[in-house]
């Protein structure tokens, strides 16, 4: 099956790990990650790598992603919430 061009290259085979940080660390983690223009699995990786001295696995910003927030129209957000 031919995979449509839609959507971001892959990155390569990749390992998931889970962190559960406390609730105000995690806030910093994230507010920290929009920042860099990373997800948040990408922002965990780079302080690991960075921690470790490794830096040829610190991620890139793909693209910016502050000015991605979705504004609906204010008529979507009323049928939603009936």
């Known amino acids: 099956m031919a995979r449509n061009s839609v959507g971001r290259p892959s990155k ?3 390992e998931t790990i889970s962190a559960k940080p406390p609730v105000p660390f995690a806030t910093i983690l994230k507010e ?3 920042a860099e223009g990373l997800s948040y699995g990408e922002y965990m990786v780079k302080l690991a790598a960075v921690a470790l001295g490794m830096l ?3 991620p890139q910003p793909s693209r910016d992603r502050t000015n991605e927030l ?3 129209p ?3 957000s009323r049928s939603a919430a009936a």
Do not use: S
């Open 12 to 14: 390569g085979a990749r």
């Open 56 to 58: 040829e696995f610190v």
């Open 70 to 72: 979705v504004n609906f």
């Open 32 to 34: 920290n990650a929009t």
């Open 74 to 76: 204010e008529e979507a």
